[in-house]
């Protein structure tokens, strides 16, 4: 006889949210920047065409923060309906960046309104950009703030129990938890890498189409010099991460590398498939460099999973995930430096189709690594919601029906990204950018 459970539909469901609003949350972090970057050299450089750049990729980016809400909008309403035992102990704590991240999302959006209808209305083209620097300073903020709060679970620091009473809550404390500087770092730095990448990928698939125009060839100067240098930044910041979890999650880093005994000279795990008594074959090892990543060091010595209960490992699928999100950086990373590279060399071409078909897949490639990242830090905390104090099955409601919303969001989520792209292929196929550069005398 099938058994329902509610903590298993329960993980179902917010995975399946988060994994939606991820890549929408991502996007409305870093698009804005890269809006800003594209209407400030246009200014600069008295460039008309990076200003339409803008002025196109602002367009998009509305239709992407409309979805976002709705999703971000459903995780809020998850929490309180799944996770109630959760929020009433975290809520007490760490309520001040939830409310902090609605005021962000706020002013994000009433000034993206004044910048969007304000286009052409200033005489002083420079006045049209402050409008953006607030969009781009909430949008930011926004995934600052709800970083903490992922922090915090990872780290919960702020509060005491006494007597199973919460008391001395102490919220910049648990904002501020030892987890906050590489997490904020990593998910900022990501995003910008992702939009950016994003951005180029369709410049690159119209150069490929035959589209020559010198607008296109700017979109994808400026995406992939921004890539390259957030590509540098995001590996240097995963260092940190990898000593961070070294330091308070070893764990979650031991289950990352399939890292079972105490060691030193600790290699890193590549690939691979996991056989009976741990053994692991067809994987690829690179010798001490899980004791840099760790300590800094290739002699130190890294924690393995024997040295924790059975009952509080997280599980090993992780391996994978954490394999993808660093394989896929590592090529994006190579892809935007080899490409600003080829870009100073004047007798290369930095627009062959090999370099054009790499940037194209950089794109899908960039989200899947947003999504393996988000994946390896969930199911790395597990057993626990609130590492220390809560595992998921305290957490998670006792209700029924959770099944079902899984069947009506599910539903809704098809609907919105259907609809997302429909509008969004509709918006531009409509509007063409040879038409726009006619119109506007850009030809």
Same mark, same amino acid.
């Given at each position: =006889? ?19 609003? *991820? ?45 976002? *809400? ?16 959760? =929020? ?8 001040? #960046?939830?409310? =902090? &991240? ?46 903490? *709060? ?100 070893? &764990? ?28 692991? !074959? ?15 060091? #290739? ?30 950086? =590592? ?12 870009? !100073? ?8 189709? #090999? ?27 597990? #057993? ?25 969001? *599910? ?14 292929? !509709? ?8 038409? &726009? ?7």
């Amino acid at each position: =006889m099938f058994e329902y459970d509610p903590v298993l539909y329960s993980r179902i469901l917010t995975g399946i949210t988060l994994a939606v609003h *991820v890549i929408f949350a991502t996007v409305g972090v870093g698009i804005p920047l890269m809006i800003a970057l594209a209407e400030w050299m246009g200014i600069k450089r008295n460039d008309e065409h990076y200003r339409l750049l803008a002025r196109r990729w602002a367009r998009g980016f509305v239709i992407t923060v409309a979805i976002g *809400v709705v999703t971000g909008t459903a995780i809020g309403l998850q929490l309180s309906l799944l996770w109630p035992n959760f =929020m009433q102990l975290a809520g007490h704590v760490i309520s001040l #960046p939830l409310f =902090m &991240e609605t005021f962000a999302f706020f002013f994000e959006a009433i000034f993206l309104g004044i910048y969007l209808y304000t286009w052409d209305r200033f005489k002083k083209k420079i006045y049209h950009f402050l409008l953006l620097i607030p969009v781009a300073i909430g949008a930011t903020a926004s995934g600052f703030f709800i970083s903490t *709060v992922n922090s915090f679970m990872n780290a919960p620091r702020g509060f005491d129990i006494e007597n199973g009473v919460l008391t001395n809550i102490r919220p910049l404390e648990a904002m501020f938890n030892p987890a906050t500087p590489t997490k904020v770092a990593h998910v900022l730095s990501s995003a910008y890498l992702t939009s950016a990448f994003v951005l180029a990928a369709i410049a690159a698939f119209a150069i490929l189409r035959g589209k020559d125009h010198v607008y296109h060839k700017k979109a994808l100067h400026l995406t992939m010099t921004a890539a390259a240098v957030f590509a540098i930044t995001t590996a240097v910041i995963g260092d940190f991460s990898g000593k961070y979890l070294a330091e308070y999650q070893p &764990e979650k880093l031991a289950a990352a590398e399939w890292h079972f005994e105490t060691s030193t000279e600790a290699p890193l795990i590549l690939g691979g498939i996991l056989k009976d008594d741990n053994e692991i !074959k067809y994987a690829l090892e690179i010798p001490y460099a899980l004791s840099i990543l760790a300590h800094g060091d #290739p002699s130190a010595e890294v924690i393995g999973l024997e040295e924790f209960p059975e009952d509080e490992l997280p599980p090993l699928i992780v391996h994978y995930f954490f394999d993808l999100m660093v394989g896929i950086g =590592m090529f994006l990373a190579l892809v935007a430096i080899l490409y600003v590279l080829l870009a !100073k060399i004047r007798k290369w071409n930095q627009l062959n189709k #090999p370099i054009l078909w790499a940037i194209i897949a950089g794109g899908p490639l960039s989200l899947l690594a947003i999504e393996m990242g988000w994946f390896f830090a969930e199911l790395g905390r597990q #057993p626990w919601l609130l590492v220390g104090y809560m595992t998921v099955d305290q957490g998670a409601t006792t209700s029924q029906h959770v099944d079902l919303m899984i069947v009506l969001f *599910v539903l809704l989520y098809i609907v919105l990204c259907t609809t997302c792209a429909t509008v969004l292929r !509709k918006m531009f196929i409509n509007n063409p950018v040879e038409k &726009e550069l006619r119109d506007r005398g850009m030809e």
